[in-house]
C-alpha cells in the first residue's frame, strides 16, 4: 500500500498505552479514515484479504466498532518484538521502529484484525496499521507477443483512454467506435492526415490516431549486436513503448511510462537518459527513494529492477496504471506482468535463489 496518512512503525503489535502515546490524534484520524472513499475504510477491503475469505469478513467500520480480533500470529504473541532484517537503526526494546510518511509505499505479508482495527506485517518485519494506507492492486496491463503465435507488424497500441476511430463513409470523415484501450491494433502500413493530425489504417478499414496509438515497425537500422544475434530492448521515449529483439527478430512490446519531462535534458530534469547501455545489475525487488525537497519519497520492494546507467533502471511501477504516457522520475516504468517478462528474459540472470545479479 501507499501511506496516506502518516504515522509511527512500530516493532511489535502496539499496546493501547503505546498507541496512545505514539498516536495521540487517533481519533481525529480514524474519523477521517471513515469517511475517505478514495482511501479509507470503505475503500477495496479485499486487497488486504488476499488469500483470506473475503465472504466472511465484516466491513472494516463493523470491525472497529466491534472490536473484533483475529487469531494473532504466533510471532506476534505474547507481545513478541519482530527482527530488524534491515539493520536500521531500532532502541533496544522501544516499541516504535520509524515513520511512514506520504508518498511511501510498502509491501505486506499478511494483515490480521486487533481489537478491531487492522494491522499489517511489512516485508522488512513492521507493524503497521493498514488505516494509514492506500491498498494497491497494481495494473493487470501487459504487452503482446509479436510473430508467432501473437501480432505481426506494423501494429499500434492504444495509450490513450476514450478515444474513438475515425472511418470514412461515402467520403466523410466521421467519428467510429472507441479504440479498445490497451489493445494491439494490427495495420496496414497506410497512413493519412485528417484535421492535420496522422491516423493509421487498421486492417479493420478503420483510422486510429497517433496521439493516442503507438505504432510498432521492425527497427530501421539494426545494430551490430543485433545482428550478432544478442538479445536487446529498444525503448521510444516519444512512443512509450518498449519493444525486446532476439537479435533481427522483435518478439514482445509493451507501453512503458519513462520521465516525465520527456525529451528534456535529463541533467536538470525528470526525463530518462538517452543512449545506448547494457543491464548491469538486476534485483528482484529494490527501493525506490528521492530526498529533492519538496519530491521526497520512498517506494519499499519495488519488483524486477534492471539498472542500466548510474540510477536509472528497468522497473514494475505498482503505484500506477498509467503506462503509455511520461508519468516516472526519469526511470523506465513497466506494469508488473511486462517487468516480470523482460526481467526473466534479459541478461544476467537471477539464479533461483538469488535476491540480485551483476555482470562481473
Same mark, same amino acid.
Given at each position: ?7 509511527? @512503525? ?22 477521517? +479514515? ?6 479509507? @475504510? ?5 486487497? +488486504? ?52 510518511? *506520504? ?61 474513438? *476511430? ?52 521492425? @527497427? ?76 521526497? *519519497? ?20 505498482? +503505484? ?22 523482460? *526481467?526473466? +528474459? ?15
Amino acid at each position: 500500500g501507499t501511506v496516506k496518512r502518516g504515522g509511527p @512503525a512500530y516493532t511489535h503489535l502496539p499496546t493501547a498505552e503505546e498507541i496512545a502515546t505514539n498516536e495521540p490524534n487517533l481519533r481525529t484520524h480514524l474519523a477521517k +479514515w471513515s469517511k475517505d472513499d478514495e482511501s479509507g @475504510a470503505t475503500y477495496a477491503l479485499d486487497l +488486504w484479504l488476499r488469500g483470506k475469505d473475503v465472504q466472511k469478513t465484516l466491513p472494516a467500520l463493523e470491525a472497529l466498532e466491534q472490536k473484533v480480533s483475529d487469531p494473532l500470529p504466533t510471532f506476534l504473541a505474547g507481545g513478541a518484538f519482530l527482527p530488524n532484517p534491515t539493520l536500521k537503526p531500532r532502541t533496544k526494546g522501544s516499541a516504535v521502529a520509524g515513520e511512514v510518511s *506520504f508518498r511511501n509505499g510498502v509491501a505486506f505479508l499478511d494483515t490480521f484484525l486487533h481489537e478491531g482495527r487492522r494491522w499489517g506485517v511489512s516485508s522488512e518485519l513492521e507493524v503497521l496499521p493498514v488505516d494509514r494506507f492506500r491498498p494497491i492492486k497494481g495494473s493487470d496491463a501487459h504487452g503482446v507477443r509479436i510473430g508467432e503465435g501473437g501480432v505481426q507488424l506494423p501494429f499500434g497500441l492504444v495509450r490513450q483512454e476514450g478515444r474513438k *476511430f475515425k472511418k470514412i463513409e461515402k467520403g466523410q470523415v466521421r467519428d467510429g467506435a472507441e479504440m479498445p484501450y490497451r489493445a494491439a491494433l494490427e495495420l496496414t502500413g497506410k497512413q493519412q492526415f485528417f484535421d492535420g493530425v496522422l491516423h493509421y489504417e487498421t486492417k479493420d478499414g478503420l483510422w486510429a490516431d497517433d496521439r493516442s496509438v503507438s505504432r510498432i515497425d521492425l @527497427a530501421k537500422k539494426m545494430p551490430g549486436w543485433a545482428t550478432a544475434g544478442e538479445k536487446w530492448l529498444d525503448v521510444n521515449i516519444t512512443k512509450q513503448v518498449i519493444v525486446a529483439y532476439e537479435g533481427v527478430k522483435p518478439v514482445y512490446a509493451a507501453l512503458v511510462s519513462t520521465g516525465e519531462a520527456g525529451l528534456a535534458d535529463p541533467q536538470t530534469t525528470k526525463a530518462t537518459t538517452r543512449g545506448i547501455f547494457r543491464i548491469h545489475t538486476k534485483y528482484r525487488t529494490a527501493t525506490m527513494a528521492s530526498k529533492v525537497s519538496g519530491e521526497e *519519497f520512498e517506494l519499499r520492494d519495488v519488483p524486477y529492477v534492471q539498472y542500466f546507467e548510474n540510477g536509472y533502471a528497468l522497473h514494475a511501477a505498482y +503505484w500506477h496504471d498509467k503506462f503509455g504516457m511520461p508519468k516516472s522520475h526519469g526511470c523506465i516504468n513497466l506494469a508488473p506482468e511486462d517487468a516480470r517478462r523482460i *526481467f526473466f +528474459w534479459t541478461e544476467p540472470q537471477v539464479p533461483t535463489t538469488w535476491h540480485g545479479a551483476a555482470l562481473a
